[in-house]
DNA sequence: TAGTGGTCTAGACCACGTA
DNA sequence: ACGTGGTCTAGACCACTAT
C-alpha cells in the first residue's frame, strides 16, 4: 500500500479508496495487523481525514477491520458463523446446550411493540429475562426475552431470588411448556446505549436484530426474544453446520 | 418538532439528534410526508449540517427516513417482511410461486469464494442467472445464483437463446435434480455499484446478504445463491407467514 | 503524557430530480 | 434554473488507551 494519487475518475474518492483499501488488505496484510494511523493515511492518499474515515466506515461495516479508540485500526478476522437455531428443529430458549448465558431477570410492563406480538394485552406483567452469547470469548449478542407471567404460572411463588438464579427458573418452567413451534425475522438495526455496552461497541453500532416468536399449544405466543448480534463481527447461520465458508477471500464483496 | 436548543449532555450531540427526531417522527409526521431540508433543520437544532446527517443516516439506517437525491427526505413506510424460504419446507430457486423475476444469464467461471463452496474446482464453468425480486411494487432484492454446468448437464445444447428465456432455461432443468437439503447465512455487507443500480440505491448502501447452499443428492453442492436485499426497507422473515408487526411503533429501536 | 479514533464545525462544490 | 441530498475540505477539540 504505497503512497498513491486517486486517479480522477467519476465515482466518488470515499468508495474508490475504500476499493484500493480492501484490494490492500487481501494482499499486503494480515488478520490483526495495525494499520497506519488515520491522519498518516489521509496524507498518504491525498484525501482529508473525514474522507479517509468514510472508506474506513465501510470497511468495518463489511467486517473487514475493527477499530478501537485510543488503539488504533486492525485487520478484522472473518466473520464467525453463529447458528440461530437449527431450521428443522424448534426448541425453547434456555434449553440444553444453547450458547446463551442467562444475566437476569425481571417482571415488568411490556413495551408496546412487544405487547401486541404477545397477544396477553398491555396490562400484564412479563418476565424480562436478559441473556448474553459469546463466542471464541467474545460478546457477539444480547438478548431480550419477554415470557407473559401466564405462560409459566408456577413461578410467581419463586420472586425471591435475584439475578442470574432467576432468569435460569423462567427459562427451566418454559422448558415445560410444549413447543408448536416459531417464526424468526432479521434485520438491521441500531445498538441502544445498553446493548452497546454489552457488545462493546459504541452506541448505534451496526446490529442485526433477530425477532423469535415461540408458539405454544393453540397457536398461543408464549413468548417473545430479540436478540441483538454485532453486525460486524457476525454471520448468521440457519442450518446444520455453522461453518460456511463463502464470502471469504479476495473478491468477497470487491466492486 | 420546534425549535429547540440541545441539552448539554455527555452523549454525543449526533446520537441525542437522532432520539429527538425519532420521537418527533412518532408523534408529529405520518409515512411519506417531508421532512424540512437538511440545511433548514441544521440551523433549527444549532448544529452543524454534518452533525445533522450523521443523525439522519442513523434512522435511514433503522428504515425511518428515506432520503433521495434531487428530491427530499421523507418518512418511510414500516419495513416490508419479506419471506426467505419457508424453514420447513425447501425448494429450489424458480420453482413455481417464488417472487423472482429472472434477468438475464451467462456461462462463466466462478469467483474464487463460490468456487470453494461448490465443490467442482475453480475451473468448471457455471450458470450465472441473475434475478430480481419485487415487492410491493419496489424493487427489494438482487441474487447471483450459481450453478454448476455439471447440475444441469442437458442444459449445454440450448446455449442460443439470451437473456431471460436463458435464466429461466436454466431454473428449468435445476427442478428436475432432487433437493437434499438446504443451509442459509445472513450478513451485513454493502452494495455494489451493479446491485445499488438495481436496488435503486449509492453504491455503499447497507444490504442484507443471504447466502444459499443448495445440496442435491448425495450431499453434494448443487447451486448456491448470493441474494442482497435493502437492509433499510427488508425485514427478512423465516417462517410461514410473512407479516409479523414487532419491532413497530414508538419504541422500536429507542434509547 | 502521548497517540489513537470519535465528534463537530463552517464552509465549498457536485450530481441529480423537478419544474 | 433551482433546490435537494451527496461529497469533500481543513481545521479544532474530545474521549479513551496505553505507557
Redesign the pocket.
Known amino acids: 500500500m504505497g503512497t498513491q494519487q486517486l486517479e480522477t475518475v467519476?465515482?466518488?474518492?470515499?468508495?474508490?479508496?475504500r476499493t484500493v483499501l480492501s484490494e490492500a488488505l487481501d494482499s499486503e496484510f494480515s488478520v490483526g495487523e495495525?494499520?497506519?494511523?488515520?491522519?498518516?493515511?489521509?496524507a498518504r492518499f491525498?484525501?482529508?481525514?473525514?474522507?479517509?474515515?468514510?472508506?474506513?466506515?465501510q470497511l468495518?461495516l463489511e467486517g473487514r477491520l475493527q477499530?478501537?479508540?485510543?488503539?488504533?485500526?486492525t485487520v478484522a478476522p472473518p466473520r464467525v458463523g453463529v447458528a440461530v437455531g437449527t431450521t428443522e428443529q424448534h426448541v425453547w430458549p434456555g434449553a440444553a446446550g444453547d450458547d446463551w448465558q442467562p444475566v437476569d431477570s425481571t417482571l415488568e410492563a411490556p413495551p408496546a411493540a412487544v405487547a401486541g406480538v404477545l397477544e396477553t394485552g398491555a396490562e400484564e406483567l412479563v418476565h424480562l429475562v436478559r441473556r448474553s452469547r459469546v463466542t471464541h470469548g467474545q460478546p457477539v449478542a444480547a438478548e431480550l426475552l419477554y415470557v407473559p407471567a401466564s405462560s409459566v404460572p408456577d413461578l410467581s411463588a419463586i420472586d425471591a431470588p435475584a439475578g442470574a438464579a432467576r432468569a435460569r427458573a423462567v427459562l427451566r418452567e418454559l422448558q415445560r411448556l410444549a413447543l408448536e413451534g416459531q417464526e424468526r425475522a432479521v434485520e438491521l438495526g441500531s445498538a441502544r446505549a445498553d446493548d452497546a455496552k454489552q457488545l462493546d461497541r459504541?452506541?448505534?453500532a451496526p446490529v442485526l436484530v433477530v425477532t423469535t416468536r415461540y408458539f405454544a399449544e393453540g397457536g398461543r405466543t408464549a413468548a417473545v426474544s430479540v436478540a441483538t448480534y454485532r453486525a460486524d463481527t457476525c454471520r448468521l447461520t440457519f442450518g446444520d453446520s455453522g461453518g460456511v465458508e463463502i464470502h471469504e477471500g479476495p473478491e468477497r464483496q470487491a466492486s
Open positions: 467519476p465515482e466518488p474518492k470515499y468508495w474508490h479508496l495495525i494499520l497506519p494511523n488515520e491522519r498518516d493515511l489521509a491525498g484525501v482529508a481525514r473525514a474522507t479517509l474515515r468514510q472508506a474506513l466506515e468495518e477499530r478501537r479508540r485510543g488503539v488504533g485500526t459504541l452506541p448505534g
